[in-house]
C-alpha cells in the first residue's frame, strides 16, 4: 500500500523545537517535500530534498531554523524545527515529488495525513 | 517568487451544476501546472497535472485547461464529493513551489 506517515507533531513553546518524521512505504521513495497548513489557511511549501539529499531547498519563513533529512535505508524523512515561533503553528505534510516521466512529474502525487505542530506558551 | 492567485474566493453551485476554478500566474509557468483537492481534516489529493492531465483515478467530470498564466479547472457535473476546496500549484519556476491562496466550492 502506498502510504506517507508523519509522526512527532505537538505542543512546544515559542523559542523550543521538534522533529517531524514521515515513513513512506509502497513506493519509490524519491525527492520529498514538507508542505504546512496553518489552521484555516491554505497551503505553503516548507522544505525540498532531493532522493540523494544533494539538493536542498528551504521557504524563506524558515530557512535558518528548520533542517531537512532523510534515511534511505529507513525510507524516512525528517523535518528539524528549531527557534519556533507562533506563526510555525500548523499542520505538517510530506509530499512526494512524482519521479513519474510519463505520469505527473513534478506534481506532488503522495500525501502523508499531516501532523499537528501548535508553538504556544 | 511566483504569486498564484485563485477566483474567486468561494463558489456555491448546486450539485449536478458544472463549476468553473480559476487560477492566475504573476509569470508565464507554461503547462507546469496542478491542482489538488482538499476535504476537511484530510491532506491534498492530486487531480490535475500538466495543466490538463487527470491524476490516476481521477473522474472524468474534472477537467483542466490553460497554459501560461491563466488556468481554469472544470467539473461538469457536480457531485456531493465534489465540495471542497481546490488549490493550484505552479511547479515551474521553484524554489519556491507556490499555492494558490484555495477556492471553497459549497453546496448552493
Known amino acids: 500500500e502506498v502510504q506517507l506517515v508523519e509522526s512527532g507533531g505537538g505542543l512546544v513553546q515559542p523559542g523550543g523545537s521538534l522533529r517531524l518524521s514521515c515513513a513512506a512505504s509502497?513506493?519509490?521513495?524519491?525527492?520529498m517535500n514538507w508542505v504546512r497548513q496553518a489552521p484555516g489557511k491554505g497551503l505553503e511549501w516548507v522544505s525540498y530534498i532531493s532522493s540523494t539529499s544533494s539538493t536542498i531547498y528551504y521557504a524563506d519563513s524558515v530557512k535558518g531554523r528548520f533542517t531537512i533529512s532523510r534515511d534511505n535505508a529507513k525510507n524516512s524523512l525528517y523535518l528539524q524545527m528549531n527557534s519556533l515561533r507562533d506563526e510555525d503553528t500548523a499542520v505538517y505534510y510530506c509530499?512526494?515529488?512524482?519521479?513519474?516521466?510519463?505520469?505527473?512529474?513534478?506534481?506532488?502525487?503522495?500525501w502523508g495525513q499531516g501532523t499537528m505542530v501548535t508553538v504556544s506558551s | 517568487e511566483i504569486v498564484m492567485t485563485q477566483s474567486p474566493a468561494t463558489l456555491s453551485v448546486s450539485p449536478g451544476e458544472r463549476a468553473t476554478l480559476s487560477c492566475r500566474a504573476s509569470?508565464?509557468?507554461?503547462?507546469?501546472l496542478a491542482w489538488y483537492q482538499q476535504k476537511p481534516g484530510q491532506a491534498p489529493r492530486l487531480l490535475i497535472y500538466g495543466a490538463s492531465t487527470r491524476a490516476t483515478g481521477i473522474p472524468a467530470r474534472f477537467s483542466g485547461s490553460g497554459s501560461g498564466t491563466e488556468f481554469t479547472l472544470t467539473i461538469s457535473s457536480l457531485q456531493s464529493e465534489d465540495f471542497a476546496v481546490y488549490y493550484c500549484?505552479?511547479?515551474?519556476?521553484?524554489?519556491?513551489?507556490?499555492f494558490g491562496q484555495g477556492t471553497k466550492l459549497e453546496i448552493q
Open positions: 500549484q505552479q511547479y515551474n519556476n521553484w524554489p519556491p513551489y507556490t
Open positions: 509502497g513506493f519509490t521513495f524519491s525527492s
Open positions: 509530499a512526494r515529488r512524482s519521479p513519474d516521466s510519463s505520469g505527473p512529474l513534478d506534481a506532488f502525487d503522495i
Open positions: 509569470q508565464s509557468v507554461s503547462s507546469n
